[in-house]
Nanobody, 116 residues
């Protein structure tokens, strides 16, 4: 079964850091993880989905203005994984964080709560 599984969410105080991981598994042998763009998006309570960061197959990155300078997306193709390093977290960063492959495959989400 093809799936993306996020991990690393949790409760953190304002100003703190978290690192989210997302691992792909169950894909066919023809699936080449390294050739796909990868996405992190989030949904805050009561709000719509916000695209937070992208990384292309070539390693080019994109960040939403709301996280630029604080979040870093990276990928490890050997591990079929994508990461989101989140620093200087604020309560506005609270939400469910989803990883995705840019052909429309999404993970189930990881909860991040920033609160004192």
């Amino acid at each position: 079964q093809e799936q993306l599984v996020e991990s690393g969410g949790g409760l953190v105080q304002p100003g703190g850091s978290l690192r989210l991981s997302c691992a792909a598994s169950g894909f066919s042998a023809r699936f080449t993880f390294s050739t796909y763009g990868l996405i992190w998006a989030r949904q805050a309570p009561g709000k719509g989905l916000e695209r937070v960061a992208d990384i292309t197959s070539g390693g080019t990155t994109y960040y939403a203005d709301s996280v630029k300078g604080r979040f870093t997306i990276s990928r490890d193709n050997a591990k079929n994984s994508v990461y989101l390093q989140m620093n200087k977290l604020t309560p506005d960063d609270t939400g469910i964080y989803f990883c995705a492959i840019d052909v429309g495959i999404w993970g189930q989400g990881a909860a991040v709560t920033v609160s004192s």
